[in-house]
């Protein structure tokens, strides 16, 4: 779709020329390194400035879709019409405040695990490898190694699609697995607190370390990919059904079943959505018949096809 050059020239009376990009290739901005153009591509750097882009896309009547890091996702071909809103550096500030943190919801999340440790705050030492923001954290209640998002999170601050500015409490934010409000209410999370406990520096980096060489040695990191492909399953791992049905090394044009750990799908070099996408129906449809077990995507799809 055409966006609406009033709305575009709105827009750039309050963002600078490299926080609005059109037709912007999503592929540059996804850890998959896949996906179509987006219309209009956004990164806000305040607070304030998600409210004035809210409410113009509201105002103009523009499809609206929000990202973190561009992990946990993968962009359809033809990619993303309307406003695609993603909170990336500029909005990753990070600040601590005796055992909280307070981070912008495009901070890294190995960055704000790493602003813990330095400050002698355990809690989100888990954190250290998974490849998204903190933003996304909260959106998927992300966890790793026994500690996930909502152990720690304590208060977000959002923008409805109004452009109004709403407190969530821990309680309202609906933490559970691979789930938050935030899936379905449309909010925009733009500010993250963390309440963390005191720890020693030396065990926290010490268990990072831990946590850093077991990732390093069991995961693809080296190549494309939207992190775990497959929730898991009551009862199994989804990487281990995917192992024992002989799909180590399957792959679909340029998409693959990683060769180091069967619950990634990794683009193996040019991969399309398309790939992706039929790899993962191809990988449930084989685990379904050998082991009766129904495989559900980790990762959001979006975009068009």
Known sequence: MKINENFIKACQEFLKP??????????????????GPADCLIFPASLEEVQK???LVKDYELPLTMLGNGSNMLVRDKGIRGV????????AKIRCEGTRIIAGAGALLKDVSECAAANGLTGLEYACGIPGSIGGAIFM???????????VADVVRAVDQQGNLHTFSHEEMELGYRHSVFQSNGEAICEVELQLQRGEETEIRAKIADYTQRRESKQPLEMPSAGSTFKRPEGYFAGTLIDQTGLKGFSVGGAQVSTKHAGFV??????????VVNLIHEVQRRVKEKHGVELQPEVRMI???
């Open 18 to 35: 490299e926080q609005l990009l059109l037709d912007e290739p999503m592929s540059k901005h996804t850890t998959f390194e896949i996906g």
């Open 53 to 55: 882009v809210l409410t």
């Open 84 to 91: 695609v809103v993603k909170f990336a550096s500029p909005m």
């Open 141 to 151: 209640n992300a966890g790793a190694y026994d500690g996930e998002t909502k152990n």
């Open 266 to 275: 990794v683009n193996a070099g040019g991969a399309t959505a398309a790939d």
């Open 303 to 305: 975009g068009e096809e």
